[in-house]
C-alpha cells in the first residue's frame, strides 16, 4: 500500500513551481488575503522533527514506504510554502517569522505521542482543504486562485494519506471510538481558531459558509477512518490541472 503513496509523491516532486502574481485581486482583497495567506505560508513550513521520530516509530503499518512517503509528504508541504511565499510577495507584503495560530499547532503536536501528531496534521489537510478550496472559489481562474486550487488538490491527496495510516491505527472498535473523541475535540477546536483569526478576509472577500464546509470534511474524514475502507491514491501525476 505504501510504495503506490511513495511512488505518487515521487513523480509529484517533480512538477515545477506554478507561475503567481496578483493580476485578477481586487484592491479591497489585497491586505486581508496577504494576511492569511502569510500566517498559513508559516503553517506549511518545518516538520522535520516528525521525520525524525517516524524513522524510530515501530507503529503498526510503518514500513520503509511508509517512512520515505512521509518524508516526501513533508516536502510537498514546503512545496506549498514557497508557492504561499510567492503569492504574498506578489502581493506586496512581507513573510512572518511566526504566526500565533502555527505556534498553537506546534504545542498540540508535542502534548502527546507520535500518533497525535499525525493526527494534528490531518487536521490541518481538513483547514486547508476547506480554506484553501474557498479562496480558490472566490478569486477564480487569476494565477493566486489556480494556485490555491493546485494546493488544495495535494491536500486532498495528503488527507487520503493520512486517513489511510490511522485506519490501520484503529483495527478495533474501542481504538475507533479513542480516534472518534480525540478528532472531534482536536478539529473542533482548530476549526474554531481559524475561523476566527481569519474572519476578516472571509468578510472581506464576502465568503459565506466556512463554518459548514470545514465541519463537512470533518465528518467526513471521521467516515473515511472509521469505515475500515482504504482508498489508493489517485495515479501519480506530473501537474495538477487548475
Known sequence: MWSRWREYFEVNARRPLPP????????????????????F????????????????????????????ALKLFVKE??????????????????LRRSAWTDR?????RRLLGLRL???VLLVAEVIG???YGLLAERLGACPIGQALREICGDEQAHLEFHCAFFRLQTASPERRAVFTLAWFVVAAAACV?????HRATLRALAIDGAPRRLWGLVTAVRRRVCSGEAVAPAPARASVAA
Open 20 to 39: 503567481i502574481d496578483a493580476e485578477g485581486i481586487a484592491a479591497a482583497w489585497r491586505a486581508p488575503l496577504m494576511r492569511s495567506l502569510a500566517i
Open 117 to 119: 501528531k499525525l493526527l
Open 104 to 108: 498553537l499547532f506546534v504545542r498540540g
Open 77 to 94: 508541504e514546503g512545496r506549498h510554502a514557497r508557492i504561499l511565499a510567492a503569492m504574498v510577495r506578489g502581493l506586496g507584503g512581507s
Open 129 to 131: 482543504i476547506g480554506f
Open 193 to 197: 481558531v481559524v475561523l476566527v483569526d
Open 41 to 68: 505560508q508559516v503553517g506549511e513550513s518545518g516538520e522535520g522533527r516528525i521525520v525524525q521520530e517516524i524513522e524510530r516509530s515501530r507503529l503498526a503499518g510503518v514500513d520503509a514506504d511508509y517512512r520515505a
